[in-house]
């Protein structure tokens, strides 16, 4: 597995991480797609949200994202079984999208 982990800023909306992930997602021909707690119940409770980004063409893979509301944390991951020939270097140009986006604010 291949994750790196990024601090934003700490109560940054869905809406803004979402429209950031959007952006870069389309620009690397790519999906966004919300899972776990973003678009179902569960019995327990939490925080985190979590999107996985997929290329467009069948085999480029799967990046995963997860954020942490309360503490700002950012983690961006590629499972080696969702590597494909895009994901396994695309993630680390997202990090780097996301930092240069943050220290802007």
């Not at 085999?59 to 997860?66: A, D, F, I, L, P």
């Given at each position: 597995?291949?994750?790196?982990?990024?601090?934003?800023?700490?109560?940054?909306?869905?809406?803004?991480?979402?429209?950031?992930?959007?952006?870069?997602?389309?620009?690397?021909?790519?999906?966004?797609?919300?899972m776990g707690r973003?678009?179902?119940?569960?019995?327990?409770?939490?925080?985190?949200?979590?999107?996985?980004?997929?290329?467009?063409?069948?085999?480029?893979?799967?990046?995963?994202?997860?954020?942490?509301?309360?503490?700002?944390?950012?983690?961006?991951?590629?499972?080696?079984?969702?590597?494909?020939?895009?994901?396994?270097?695309?993630?680390?140009?997202?990090?780097?999208?996301?930092?240069?986006?943050?220290?802007?604010?």
């Amino acid at each position: 597995m291949q994750k790196i982990e990024i601090l934003v800023e700490p109560k940054t909306s869905r809406l803004e991480i979402e429209e950031m992930l959007g952006a870069w997602a389309k620009q690397n021909l790519a999906k966004v797609r919300a899972m776990g707690r973003l678009v179902r119940r569960y019995k327990t409770r939490g925080e985190n949200l979590h999107w996985h980004i997929a290329g467009l063409r069948k085999g480029m893979g799967t990046v995963e994202v997860t954020y942490q509301p309360s503490t700002g944390k950012l983690t961006v991951l590629v499972h080696e079984n969702r590597r494909g020939d895009w994901a396994g270097l695309a993630y680390k140009d997202l990090v780097e999208e996301i930092a240069k986006r943050n220290s802007n604010v």
